[in-house]
Nanobody, 124 residues
Framework: QVQLMESGGGSVEAGGSLRLSCSHPRPHHAYTVAWFRQAPGKEREGVAA???????DYSDSALGRFTISKDNSKTTLYLEMTSLKPEDTAVYYC???????????????????WGQGTQVTVSS
């Protein structure tokens, strides 16, 4: 079973930046990988994703502020977050699916492997 491990969460003031990392024990080339988040009392929502064919997708709230990327070895997934807002406060999860998703990249039910999550807190 593939295991994912997130890191890089923390507390930051509004307007600040954070970079999340997700270690993946196998190369990403066969997987669609993504970042999700869940705030208290809210449903898990997609933030950004990269399909196995390189296609990226972002939520409206992430577009223009967050960037998803993979390293050359394709074993680490990143989420660069800038211009953070208090409403970005949530537990952030990385997720993977061994498939080339052509749609629904930000739909949680399309992923079958999840990390434990890392807390991001943005203060005003």
């Amino acid at each position: 079973q593939v295991q994912l491990m997130e890191s890089g969460g923390g507390s930051v003031e509004a307007g600040g930046s954070l970079r999340l990392s997700c270690s993946h024990p196998r190369p990403h080339h066969a997987y669609t990988v993504a970042w999700f988040r869940q705030a208290p009392g809210k449903e898990r929502e997609g933030v950004a994703a990269i399909s196995a064919n390189g296609r990226t997708d972002y939520s409206d709230s992430a577009l223009g502020r967050f960037t998803i990327s993979k390293d050359n070895s394709k074993t680490t997934l990143y989420l660069e977050m800038t211009s953070l807002k208090p409403e970005d406060t949530a537990v952030y999860y990385c997720a993977a699916r061994r498939a080339i998703l052509v749609s629904g990249l930000l739909v949680p039910s399309n992923y079958h492997v999840w990390g434990q999550g890392t807390q991001v807190t943005v203060s005003s």
